[in-house]
């Protein structure tokens, strides 16, 4: 029996799992994100990092599910640099929403939320996606997400709103150069990972009430851009997937007792649901 390949790709990075016989290995990429990579990149990205030996001339399907997506050059863009890689015609390019929302909700119905890097939601019926709200990206968007987080910190940081012991941590982590930050955001590539990187602060502040703060605001602008836009949200469980929504599900169980809604799965990633779904 042949292998089905799976992948869950961010901005980040690319989580792959190889599927055969009810087994599955796990291994892992740089993220291949439409916006972020060209044809040559990605497939020098397949070339030097996914590792999965013969098993390459032997599958069968390939399921890539990836931010980005929805635009139809984009969606070619993914599928050129897969068929360039493996050579073989059953790959399907999905979004990392659908991606989500089945690894959360298998076959059932629900309302999925990613709080990773980036953040979306959208109701599932089941089988498709039949309400999703737009995704804005980090700029003008991505409420609650990683980038999100971040830009706060740094707001908080540069601002002088943080108290002194935020303040004092803040630089002796990252130090007090304001140009050289500047020029990391926009100058270079990639500054939504950059800007998420800052939400560690968070994690090794927890308690601080401005850190909680931070957090929780977030949080709220995500709910109210997102999950209270949707009727079915006290109906069906609400399940989140996300690196982001998993280190601070408290702040999201809280929120959701606050409006009377029942979260669900709460994932770091989707990939186990998944592999399970594509079993």
């Known amino acids: 029996m042949p292998y089905i ?5 961010g901005s980040t990075k690319t989580d792959w799992s190889l599927i055969k016989d009810g087994k ?14 060209s044809e040559t ?25 990836s931010a980005g997506v929805k635009a139809p050059q984009n969606k070619k863009l993914i599928e050129q640099i ?37 953040s979306n939601s959208c109701f599932f019926d089941g089988n498709k996606i039949t309400k999703q709200r737009a995704s804005l990206g980090y700029i003008i968007g991505d409420e609650g997400s990683g980038t999100y987080l971040g830009k706060k910190v740094l ?20 130090g007090n150069d304001l140009p050289a930050v500047l020029e990391r955001i926009y100058k270079q590539p990639l500054p939504n990972r950059y800007l998420a990187g800052f939400t560690e602060f968070l994690q090794e502040h927890r308690g601080h009430y401005m850190v909680e703060n931070i957090v929780e605001d977030s949080f709220l602008e995500f709910f109210n851009a997102n999950i209270l836009k949707y009727r079915e949200s006290w109906k ?8 982001v929504a998993h280190t601070f599900k408290d702040v999201l169980e809280n929120i959701a007792a606050h409006y009377g809604v ?18």
Not at 5 to 9: P, R
Not at 87 to 103: E, P, T, W
């Open 155 to 174: 707001q908080y940081f540069f601002y002088d709103t943080f108290d002194g012991d935020l303040h004092e941590a803040f630089i002796n982590k990252y």
């Open 82 to 118: 897969l068929k360039h890689h493996f050579g073989i015609k059953n790959i399907f390019v999905h979004s990392d929403m659908l991606g989500a929302a089945r690894a959360t909700c298998g076959y059932e119905k629900g309302v999925t939320a990613i709080l990773g890097t980036g």
């Open 41 to 65: 990149s990605g497939a020098e990205i397949l070339a030097n990092e996914l590792k999965i030996g013969k098993a390459q001339h032997d599958i069968a399907a390939i399921h890539f599910y």
């Open 262 to 279: 029942e979260i669900g799965t709460i994932a770091k990633s989707p990939m186990e649901g998944l592999v399970k779904y594509h079993k």
């Open 236 to 243: 069906y469980p609400i399940n989140f997937v996300g690196s």
């Open 24 to 37: 599955t290995k796990k291994l892992s990429t740089t993220g291949i994100n439409p916006y972020f990579v």
């Open 5 to 9: 390949l799976v992948a869950d790709s």
